[in-house]
């Protein structure tokens, strides 16, 4: 099966049998607090159980001290990768939970810009020296804002970066990977869809002639 540069963002629940159907075209699935709170720990465990997806992304944006995260990122053992905010800094936070994940061979996103309008740039040159400093597996940065993507595809040539913003909050499918993402998490432009299964087909197509494009 063809898989497309899609991190689907799981928000909503999808019934089992199309999301068997789906989950092959996705490199991976993100879970944050709308899921893991309706479904709970255990009911997010039993959806995920039967998916083949590479990567099982946790997104609840942390930003507490080390001891905290620490404590929350053991409890979500089914998850490979975390994403946690960057500008709680390095010692006390980022950096114990850096070192805890990495020997739980487990993966760390910092936020580099959100997708939203209100989100102040001005912060950029610190989340910057936060990420360089950390130099975590990932960089989350949005589709929304093509100018702070490049920004930070120019910032950091070998990061993974993962990009939101696409679909329903405007981003164009594809865009962002011409921008330098590497995948695009897509949420209710795949969930919401009467067709899941085409919709995934459709932005696949539109991913593979974007790229070929740009
Ligand atoms: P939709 O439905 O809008 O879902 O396709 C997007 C998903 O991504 C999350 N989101 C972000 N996560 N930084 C992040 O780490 C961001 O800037 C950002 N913007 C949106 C959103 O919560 C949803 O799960």
């Given at each position: 099966m063809l898989k497309g540069r899609i991190i689907f963002s799981m928000d909503e629940e999808i019934p089992q049998h199309v999301l068997l159907k789906i989950s092959g075209y996705f490199h991976g699935i993100k879970i944050g607090?709308?899921?893991?709170?309706?479904?709970?720990?255990?009911?997010?465990?039993?959806?995920?159980?039967?998916?083949?997806?590479?990567?099982?992304?946790?997104?609840?944006?942390?930003?507490?001290?080390?001891?905290t995260m620490i404590n929350i990122v053991k409890q979500l053992d089914f998850a490979n990768s975390f994403i946690a905010h960057s500008f709680i800094g390095i010692d006390g936070a980022l950096g114990e939970l850096k070192n805890f994940l990495d020997n739980e061979g487990k993966k760390l996103?910092?936020?580099?810009?959100?997708?939203?309008?209100?989100?102040?740039?001005?912060?950029?040159?610190?989340?910057?020296?936060?990420?360089?400093?950390?130099?975590?597996?990932?960089?989350?940065?949005?589709?929304?804002?093509p100018n702070v993507l490049r920004i930070v595809r120019d910032d950091f040539p070998n990061k993974i970066i993962i990009?939101?913003?696409?679909?329903?909050?405007?981003?164009?499918?594809?865009?962002?990977?011409?921008?330098?993402?590497?995948?695009?998490?897509?949420?209710?432009?795949?969930?919401?869809?009467?067709d899941p299964e085409n919709k995934v087909k459709e932005i696949i197509k539109i991913q593979e002639e974007k790229i070929n494009e740009c």
């Amino acid at each position: 099966m063809l898989k497309g540069r899609i991190i689907f963002s799981m928000d909503e629940e999808i019934p089992q049998h199309v999301l068997l159907k789906i989950s092959g075209y996705f490199h991976g699935i993100k879970i944050g607090y709308p899921l893991l709170l309706r479904k709970g720990i255990e009911g997010v465990k039993e959806i995920l159980r039967k998916l083949e997806v590479d990567e099982i992304i946790m997104d609840l944006k942390l930003a507490d001290i080390d001891n905290t995260m620490i404590n929350i990122v053991k409890q979500l053992d089914f998850a490979n990768s975390f994403i946690a905010h960057s500008f709680i800094g390095i010692d006390g936070a980022l950096g114990e939970l850096k070192n805890f994940l990495d020997n739980e061979g487990k993966k760390l996103y910092l936020l580099a810009s959100m997708s939203h309008k209100g989100w102040n740039d001005e912060f950029y040159p610190y989340i910057k020296t936060v990420i360089k400093s950390l130099n975590p597996y990932g960089i989350v940065a949005p589709a929304t804002k093509p100018n702070v993507l490049r920004i930070v595809r120019d910032d950091f040539p070998n990061k993974i970066i993962i990009s939101p913003g696409v679909g329903a909050q405007g981003g164009k499918i594809g865009d962002a990977l011409c921008n330098g993402a590497d995948y695009e998490i897509i949420g209710r432009t795949i969930y919401t869809s009467s067709d899941p299964e085409n919709k995934v087909k459709e932005i696949i197509k539109i991913q593979e002639e974007k790229i070929n494009e740009c």
